[in-house]
């Protein structure tokens, strides 16, 4: 009897380390079969839908092959073994990993390494949403894709501009066209929201369904450092986080929401909806807590029972309802800094953004209209800058110090007393800038 349960018992350990060996070359396999994808999938060409959005192989897979340095490290849901250092062991994880289902919401990188940026131009919106873009090309690094939602007749306008930079401009982006699309059962009442188009960034997660993430900006926006810094934050976000706004106001005494709003709003002063990045595969996924139904609801049956129910309530349209939908789910937001979102509000009773004071703005938000009049000059001399300066010339003479000499000029304001905070950022993003474009050359 007790050689038979000798017997058994070295067939038992045998059987695991037989299974044991199995799942490791299954992960091999795996890790192989990705590299075949990522080897298959092509940069997309100009104008091209984004095809798809691979998670780029981490160190992690270099564990699975040098057992030498394999370190002990607990697996989560969001850790998976593909996405650990490289001296973490593949076995400590493969009974974890190996066999799961890789989820779609994890936050991933594109598989072109393009930051993915979005905006929605309609009437006498062409040359604020052309200076927006130039603004990106101009300070960015790494590639980027437009996806460019506009009026039918701003088309062709739209590829003219854009097809006239210079070709060394041209090769760090590519851009998508879209016409402005609404659910065909309600499309009047979301045309009529707030101001023309502006709803139709609530629909972008149905509409690009092929995108992971995305950062959606307002045409009154000017990038000040590039691009691909605001698209770090993903790798921010928690578990929960599927998307990141900054705060309306840094101010309570001034804030709207808390003062004025007739509806729940986000936080104490509620979000501002201008500068808006996505995790767009865990947004479609969501079910999302409301206070119409105990029931929570996926993304693309909340947006009109919550219109139906707060319309006659809401005073700035979409923005209004992503405050009452991450009210009710707070979880969900990452809240970034002002500099983030920086707005005529933040300097026009005096500086209120401490991280601009600390650190320089980083995106200039000229809502209100602020670039087309004389009631804040300072943002209206940096418009003018970026919309003048023609490609190819020295960012520093040519843009930079003609904006200096300009915001001199708006000292007088209050605004303008903290324009230095324009400019601080900005010239650390054209000296890299520049630095970039000689090593290309």
């Known amino acids: ?63 699975l092959r040098d057992r030498d340095r394999c370190k002990k490290l607990s697996v ?17 994880c493969l009974l974890e990993s190996s066999i799961r289902k890789r989820s779609g919401s994890e936050v991933q990188e594109h598989g072109d390494g393009r930051s993915h ?17 130039k603004s990106a090309v101009l300070l960015s690094i790494k590639p980027l894709h437009f996806y460019i939602f506009a009026e039918d007749d701003l088309h062709d306008h739209f590829r003219k501009a854009l097809d006239s930079w ?6 760090k982006f590519n851009y998508t066209i879209y016409p402005i699309t609404f659910p065909k059962e309600n499309a009047k009442e979301w045309k009529k929201l707030f101001k023309p188009c502006a709803s139709q960034r609530l629909f ?72 808006m990045l996505m995790n767009m595969t865990r947004l479609r996924e969501k079910s999302f807590k409301n206070d119409m139904t105990t029931v929570a609801l996926k993304w693309e049956d909340i947006l009109m029972p919550l219109l139906q129910k707060y319309k006659l309530n809401i005073t700035w349209g979409d923005q209004d309802l992503l405050n009452i939908i991450f009210h009710h789910n707070p979880e969900s937001l990452y809240v970034f800094p ?15 953004c401490q991280q601009a004071d600390q650190e320089g703005v ?15 000059p300072a943002f209206r001399a940096v418009y003018d800058a970026i919309r003048k300066y023609t490609f190819g010339e020295n960012m520093e003479t040519s843009l930079l110090q003609p904006l200096e000499a300009s915001l001199q000029t708006t000292a007088n304001t209050y ?23 000689t090593r290309r050359r």
């Open 117 to 133: 940026l979005a905006v929605v131009a309609c009437g006498p919106r062409l040359e604020e949403t052309l200076a927006m873009l």
């Open 76 to 92: 989560s849901y969001w850790n998976p073994y593909w996405r650990l250092p490289a001296d973490v062991c593949g076995v400590n």
């Open 415 to 437: 605004c303008g007393r903290a324009s230095h905070l324009f400019t601080k950022k900005l010239k650390r993003s054209i000296v890299s800038a520049q630095q970039d474009a």
């Open 204 to 275: 972008l997660p149905l509409i690009l369904k092929e995108v992971d993430s995305l950062l959606y900006v307002d045409t009154d926006i000017l990038f000040l450092q590039p691009v691909e810094d605001i698209w770090a934050l993903l790798s921010q976000f928690n578990s929960s986080h599927l998307a990141a706004m900054a705060p309306e106001h840094e101010e309570p005494r001034i804030g709207w929401y808390n003062r004025f709003a007739r509806h729940p709003y986000y936080g104490k002063t509620g979000i501002n909806s201008g500068v």
């Open 362 to 376: 980083f995106i200039l938000h000229g809502n209100r209209g602020v670039y087309h009049d004389d009631k804040q």
């Open 338 to 352: 002002c500099q983030w979102n920086y707005r005529p509000d933040h300097c026009i009773y005096g500086s209120n």
């Open 1 to 63: 009897m007790r050689c038979y349960h000798q017997a058994f018992l070295l067939c038992m350990v045998f059987t695991l380390f037989s299974l044991l060996y199995v799942f490791n070359q299954l992960a091999s396999t795996l890790e192989d079969g990705t590299d075949r994808n990522l080897n298959e999938q092509g940069v997309p060409d100009r104008r091209a839908h984004d095809a798809g959005h691979l998670l780029r192989k981490k160190p992690g897979v270099a564990g």
């Open 166 to 171: 210079p070709r060394t401009v041209q090769s």
